[in-house]
């Protein structure tokens, strides 16, 4: 794991000169290329192109169960054009969507795997997350549309191994991303912040400025439980002085009742005892934080850099009012170019459908189509495969284009605590996080709680 952290950063680095570059002016064989990357996709393609049918002409429906709820976004966007677009060329089938958001698809597919009815197509997070689903032979291997029409190498060099085990490729990710910290200058400037903060003391100074302003400081959804696990690890990143400390507990060299976690938990509590967060942040689920952001109505959004087209395409983002930044260093630690990194959520086909060849077949379609569709959205932010094209000349916002300059910045990172850890210790995790956002915890006891956890599940 150790190995691909640091390939990932580089990984994050590399993809973004391509985009950078570009939006610089620099790519002289792009410059009359504005509105479609000249990207290494290849064209979608499928056995029934150009208005055929795949699986012998037979009327098959194909459930694609998928985390994008919000119909605002340019993500529900492109998936809505490639569904129309590939049902039209391929008459005989129906994609239905199931639409959920991520904390209730993880749960869904919990329970369906359990009974062995995994949808045709479904999402999930790499590494640890995905591992019990291969385990129990519940995924289909998809090595054989990566070798089709080049797709594999459409794909960031390394990307694909957070998906992968024993040779073969399980699921397909939507996404590549570091977290950030979004915020609105407008409100910043309402309550007297002339700019960003560097460091976690300054960042509770402007929770508080924001909070006597009648601001809401920091948005997050936080029933869906993930949302606060995100922003704590980038405490802990800072806290532990630089990546790995989730690997140093797998590798015997620290537990969780380590200074760095326990510094990590009070400086957490230091954000909610400030008033960082919305009323009820733990009834709010993640769309509709997202929304309080993205409304004007909460000064700072610390999320991954996935949001940057919605955040677009928001009122706060039509207005000019959003930038980002990056998480602050904490009581002097860290490093604010390691960043939380982002494998994104990926598509998954079934081993057990009854329709795996027009399955697989539409998913070609999909990640094939997938960079020209996200680059035309301007949503190319984040994405996981190669693309090219002069960002300013397409109408990328200021904001886009910085956030690609942060992707430049990156040196090192960790994933997620669910990303990393096993399922069951995992949940203690989120469980437990969630918990400091109604109640002040001993930080020794969170501590102790994480580190039960881990020795009853490792």
């Not at 570009?22 to 009359?32: E, F, I, P, V, Y």
């Not at 749960?107 to 997070?125: C, E, F, G, S």
């Not at 960790?414 to 069951?424: R, S």
Request: aromatic residues 8%; glycine residues 8%.
């Amino acid at each position: 794991m150790a190995n691909k952290l640091k390939m990932l950063s580089v990984v994050a680095a590399a993809s973004v000169l391509t985009l950078s570059l570009a939006a610089c002016g620099k790519d002289s064989n792009n410059t009359n290329n504005a509105a479609s990357p000249a990207g290494t996709a290849p064209a979608a393609s499928s056995p029934a192109a150009n208005g055929g049918e795949v699986n012998n002409g037979e009327k098959v429906t194909i459930t694609f169960q998928n985390i994008y709820a919000d119909e605002t976004t340019p993500t529900a966007n492109g998936l809505k054009q490639v569904v129309e677009a590939y049902t039209k060329e391929h008459p005989n089938v129906t994609i239905e969507l199931d639409t959920l958001n991520t904390d209730q698809q993880k749960q869904k597919l919990k329970t369906q795997a359990a009974a062995k009815t995994i949808p045709d197509i479904t999402m999930v997070n790499p590494a640890a997350q995905m591992q019990p689903f291969v385990e129990a032979g519940l995924f289909a291997p998809l090595n054989d549309i990566l070798d089709k029409d080049g797709l594999k190498d459409t794909y960031q060099a390394g990307l694909l191994d957070y998906y992968s085990f024993n040779g073969n490729v399980y699921a397909l990710p939507d996404g590549n991303n570091i977290e950030v910290v979004y915020y609105n200058k407008d409100l910043f400037a309402q309550a007297g912040i002339s700019a960003p903060p560097t460091t976690f003391d300054e960042l509770i100074e402007d929770v508080k400025k924001l909070k006597d302003k009648g601001i809401t400081p920091i948005a997050i959804g936080e029933k869906d439980t993930w949302t606060g696990s995100f922003l704590f690890m980038n405490i802990l990143l800072r806290t532990n002085g630089g990546p790995g400390f989730l690997q140093d507990v797998l590798d015997g060299k620290k537990t969780f009742e380590d200074p760095a976690f326990v510094e990590a938990v009070d400086a957490f509590q230091k954000l909610v005892e400030a008033g960082a967060f919305p009323e009820g942040a733990t009834s709010i689920d993640a769309n509709a934080g997202a929304n309080l952001f993205k409304s004007g109505k909460a000064a700072m959004f610390i999320i991954g850099s996935w949001e940057t087209g919605a955040i677009d395409g928001s009122t706060v983002g039509q207005a000019g009012n959003a930038a980002a930044f990056q998480f602050p260093t904490v009581n002097g630690k860290g490093d604010p170019n390691q960043f939380m990194l982002a494998p994104g959520t990926a598509f998954a086909v079934s081993a057990n459908s009854k329709n795996l060849e027009v399955a697989k077949d539409f998913l070609h379609y999909m990640t094939s189509s997938w960079p020209q569709i996200q680059f035309d959205l301007k949503n190319a932010v984040g994405q996981p495969q190669l693309m090219k094209g002069d960002l300013k000349a397409a109408g990328y916002s200021d904001l886009a284009i910085s956030v690609l300059d942060l992707f430049s910045k990156v040196n090192g990172g960790d994933l997620a605590f669910d990303n990393t850890m096993k399922p069951a210790i995992a949940q203690v995790h989120l469980t437990s996080l969630q918990n400091l956002f109604v109640q002040k915890v001993e930080s020794a006891s969170v501590a102790k709680e994480h580190q039960a956890a881990y020795d009853a599940n490792k």
